[in-house]
């Protein structure tokens, strides 16, 4: 990956690169990338893991829930996941919908990681029915649900910094063998657009990522959903958020084998690398784009209002390695206000329906 993101670089204007154009290249580099490469990413073996890897009771209460709200609102029931992962959530989900629900269903799944696609293939293929395609351009126009659980976090961001009055993009160039950080004066108007679109402004020494990506992944949401609902899981701040003192520096950070990494210009290709989104962002584009706001809420929040306390079991098992305490546990896990339900929320958007937030909740 160095050889290839020395002659990036090299190659480049003033031979340096936006963060977003590293990151894309230490992302989605077709064969450097890394969630393109043959390299287990999620779980114990991998550098993170998701609410879907905790339990299969994440993917089985958003099964029961797209049902609830098919059969109250008669919308069709297909269900679009945009980058799936190893495949864990959409077989919990078709797992749940095959055995308790049983109508017909078709389950797209957005994946451009040829890795991810074979993991898909190996959980899912001997089971249940599903369509994978690499992008949404590939997905006709349909009435149903887009659905996401940290995808946005993974986009490539640009990254600004305001010093002495004056706004900077930070690129990154490359100087024997090593990657370092350089201020230039800010002049993408895109980025400026951004500022004054979300009504942003920096603080003084405060350093912020600008998601131009997300922009366009909102309009190819709303391009295919006719008809429908779009909900997004993810980790972010509001604009509010984003000026408390102690996120001055941004979020931008890296995961290697389950440890933290402030500095993502180390091991490139190597680490996953995110960021947290802009919540008030996302729901602005979404309104541009006829994606109106039902509700957010916070994801351990969300999973009490589908009603993941109906699934506890009563009963007292002395056993702590039996079925029925391994699911008690997990379930308090994904709802406890310390656990990692409280670090995501849950954007719920609307697009040609006419719905309010009370309406989509079972009583």
Not at 107 to 118: A, D, G, L, M
Not at 225 to 233: A, C, H, I, P, Q
Not at 246 to 274: A, N
Not at 278 to 289: N, P, R, S
Request: hydrophobic share 35%; aromatic share 12%.
């Amino acid at each position: 990956m160095n050889t290839f993101l020395k002659a990036l670089i090299t190659n480049s204007p003033n031979q340096l690169i936006t963060y977003a154009e590293y990151m894309g290249a230490a992302l989605y580099h077709p064969e450097f990338g890394y969630y393109m490469k043959n390299k287990q990413k999620i779980g114990r073996e991998g550098d993170f893991i998701t609410t879907s890897n905790i339990s299969d009771l994440y993917g089985r209460m958003m099964a029961k829930w797209f049902s609830h709200i098919c059969e109250k609102f008669h919308l069709s029931p297909v269900f679009c996941e945009v980058g799936a992962g190893n495949g864990r959530f959409a077989r919990a989900f078709l797992q749940e919908w095959k055995e308790s629900i049983q109508t017909p269903i078709k389950y797209i799944i957005v994946e451009s990681s040829p890795y991810h696609h074979k993991l898909q293939q190996e959980l899912l293929g001997a089971d249940f029915s599903f369509f994978q395609v690499e992008s949404l351009n590939e997905v006709g126009a349909f009435e149903g649900m887009v659905f996401s659980n940290e995808l946005f976090d993974a986009l490539p961001v640009h990254v600004i910094e305001k010093q002495n009055g004056v706004l900077y993009e930070i690129m990154i160039g490359i100087r024997e063998d090593e990657l370092y950080e350089q201020m230039v004066p800010l002049t993408n108007s895109d980025i400026q657009f951004f500022l004054q679109e979300s009504q942003i402004e920096l603080k003084e020494k405060q350093r912020i990522e600008v998601p131009l990506a997300l922009k366009e992944m909102v309009r190819d949401f709303s391009r295919t959903l006719t008809k429908g609902m779009v909900v997004t899981v993810d980790y972010g701040y509001t604009n509010e958020e984003w000026m408390h003192p102690g996120r001055s520096k941004g979020s931008l950070r890296g995961y290697y084998q389950h440890q933290q990494v402030d500095d993502v210009l180390q091991h490139p290709g190597e680490m996953d690398i995110t960021t947290h989104i802009h919540f008030d962002y996302l729901i602005q584009i979404g309104q541009q784009e006829d994606l109106d706001l039902l509700t957010k809420h916070r994801q351990d929040e969300f999973l009490l209002k589908v009603g993941i306390l109906k699934e506890l079991e009563n009963h007292y098992d002395p056993n702590p390695f039996s079925e029925v305490s391994k699911r008690n546990r997990a379930i308090r896990s994904l709802i406890m206000p310390s656990g990692m339900s409280s670090f995501f929320h849950v954007v719920i958007q609307q697009k040609g329906l006419q719905f309010n937030a009370n309406d989509i909740f079972a009583e």
